[in-house]
């Protein structure tokens, strides 16, 4: 049947002259920015960087600035999360990563992976 290049929402490529494997899961990323009407948006860095500190006086602190903050829709995405919340995410991002890369295995398209998985 020849090489997979899609699979179950994910885009695979292959890079053998290095021995990679890449995975791509750009068509379920713009899938959220149109779900947040955000398909425009721009790929530039973000504001926040690794140790800025976040305080009470950046929420909003009346009825009126809640409003406000509706029409942003992907702020209501960032409001729920907690530290439970990310490691639980984490832990489900692990187990998908391992069915992955069993299945990945599975395929025969590489002899083994060996390396391990990093998570951004």
């Known amino acids: 049947m020849g090489e997979v290049n899609y699979a179950i ?23 959220v920015l149109e779900r947040f009407r955000m398909e425009m948006c721009s790929t530039s860095p973000v504001l926040i960087q690794k140790g800025d500190k976040f305080s009470l006086a950046q929420c909003p602190r009346n009825y009126m600035e809640r409003k406000q903050m509706e029409v942003i829709l992907y702020a209501l995405v960032v409001v729920a999360s907690t530290p439970k919340d990310e490691f639980v995410v984490c832990f489900e991002a692990t187990i998908q990563a391992n069915c992955l890369r069993n299945f990945i295995s599975g395929l025969g398209i590489v002899n083994n992976i060996d390396r391990q998985q990093k998570m951004y």
């Open 9 to 31: 929402g994910i885009e695979i490529f292959h890079n053998k002259s290095q021995g990679l494997l890449d995975l791509s899961q750009k068509a379920y990323i713009n899938k």
